[in-house]
């Protein structure tokens, strides 16, 4: 009978509290309620569809310190302008008085991006920003001519001319070099020469040395074995766009878009220092590599279909489709790779892909193994030593690349860069050894560093063909830019 009633009684409680509650829930008003139900989201985080829906890019860079304009390069200015043409927003130039405050004013939400940095920038703030894959990185190199001998370190320059202009970052550094050794020539280039005229004096005797910088010489030397750099002079300048750490969707498209574009920019800033871009013809073996619709191949709309899913220039893939199968649809190796882009039955089935008699479906295979092959390195690779890096990977297979990354280490080369260093530890690779009384090769390493090259050379033309415009776009010489 006691329990009976103490049941009764708390539940009369039970009632009564609930109905009080009841009523304050009434009594409160509703937008209060809904606010207090919702938590804000954060007003300093910016990702790509806030960017869109804003319907502005705001870029944070560096204000230059010495007269207080607003600066960055022109070729960092073209590749902003045209992400921003194509996500169909504007952008906004914010200027910061001191390098420190990029990433403050990056988490604060004041902009989406920090552009004319380096991964360097966030040191001691690496949970702050992340920065895309460098699409730059460049130091002054001394260039002489292939057979000149004992040059190695600056001393090696005493008896020698070094013609320079005196714009260029090496002038006070090859001023202090010719104090330091009387018997060095400095020689003082005019300002409007442009530089591959200069490298051609160097080749003829006119000059015994200048400096270039690497960015420059990646694209000029591969064609003109005739000269060499001697050293570096300087560490690095590397380039990289940062986000805040948590936007990742932004990142993922700044990544994309970089290694899709950045090789076609490199090859628009190479040209603008040229005497006549047209006339760089790199001498690659397909003499028509255009019909007079500006087609490149009978495949193009294909290739641009799955490049752009993928982030992949389309040109690069017909150069490497061309180098493949020299776009026959019915080419079958000896290995039995079919097809266009030659794919393994095995690789085809490995992506999803079973038809490879299909044109489409071979491109779409090719493709899709190559973005696999992509993801598979760093990204902190500069961008397009990765294109390279993918390209050999298709050719002789991801672990010959690996073992030549490490032979090259051993060899005192940069596992890093693919011309002039991993590619020489391929060739290493590819001689033969002695093994059970006879010499055999381990691998035709040697094919692949003809593959890529002339890759490479087939689309440089491809570029040069399409995007003339991009060209003039920047024909500008390469020095800051006011905004």
Not at 258 to 286: C, D, I, R
Not at 426 to 454: H, S
Request: net charge negative; hydrophobic share 40%.
């Amino acid at each position: 009978m006691i329990c009976t009633k103490r049941r009764l009684w708390a539940g009369k409680i039970e009632r009564n509290l609930l109905t009080v509650l009841a009523a304050v829930a009434l009594s409160f008003p509703f937008t209060a309620w809904a606010q207090a139900a919702t938590v804000d989201k954060d007003p300093g985080y910016n990702d790509l569809q806030d960017i869109v829906n804003r319907g502005t890019l705001r870029i944070l860079y560096q204000r230059d310190q010495q007269d207080g304009a607003y600066r960055v390069s022109p070729r960092e200015r073209v590749m902003l302008e045209q992400f921003a043409r194509e996500r169909a927003v504007s952008l906004e130039w914010i200027p910061v008085n001191a390098r420190w405050n990029l990433i403050p004013n990056l988490v604060d939400g004041k902009g989406d991006i920090i552009v004319g940095q380096g991964p360097a920038l966030a040191a001691g703030m690496v949970d702050q920003a992340s920065f895309t894959s460098p699409w730059l990185a460049q130091h002054p190199q001394v260039v002489v001519r292939s057979n000149t001998t004992r040059i190695q370190s600056p001393k090696d320059l005493a008896y020698r001319q070094v013609a320079i202009k005196k714009s260029s970052p090496a002038w006070p550094v090859m001023e202090k070099l010719a104090e330091q050794f009387p018997t060095m020539e400095l020689v003082t280039i005019p300002e409007d020469d442009k530089i591959d005229a200069i490298m051609a004096r160097v080749a003829s005797g006119q000059y015994d040395v200048t400096v270039a910088d690497s960015d420059f010489l990646r694209f000029y030397l591969p064609e003109h074995p005739e000269l060499s750099v001697a050293y570096d002079l300087g560490s690095s300048i590397v380039k990289a766009w940062a986000v805040q750490s948590r936007s990742g969707e932004l990142l993922k498209t700044l990544e994309q878009f970089l290694f899709k574009h950045q090789m076609e920019w490199s090859m628009a800033e190479y040209a603008s220092h040229t005497v006549s871009p047209a006339a760089n013809n790199t001498g690659s073996s397909n003499d028509n590599i255009a019909d007079q619709s500006g087609q490149l191949s009978p495949y193009d709309d294909l290739v641009r279909k799955y490049s752009d899913k993928y982030g992949f220039d389309w040109r690069l893939i017909v150069a490497q489709m061309y180098q493949e199968s020299q776009f026959n649809p019915g080419a079958v190796s000896d290995a039995g790779a079919e097809g266009l882009m030659q794919v393994l039955p095995e690789t085809a089935s490995s992506v999803g892909i079973k038809d490879l008699d299909d044109p489409e479906a071979n491109i779409r295979a090719g493709i899709r193994y190559l973005n696999l092959l992509r993801n598979q390195f760093e990204s902190g690779l500069l961008l397009e030593d990765r294109i390279w890096f993918t390209l050999a990977s298709y050719n002789a297979g991801p672990g010959r690349v690996i073992r030549a990354r490490q032979l090259a280490a051993k060899m005192g080369l940069d596992p890093n860069l693919w011309f002039g260093n991993v590619e020489t530890a391929m060739l290493a690779l590819a001689a033969p050894v002695e093994k059970d009384g006879e010499m055999v090769r381990n691998c035709r390493c040697g094919q692949t560093v003809v593959y890529v090259k002339e890759i490479r050379k087939l689309y440089h033309n491809y570029v040069r063909l399409t995007q003339a415009g991009q060209v003039a776009s920047i024909s500008t010489p390469y020095k800051p830019y006011d905004i």
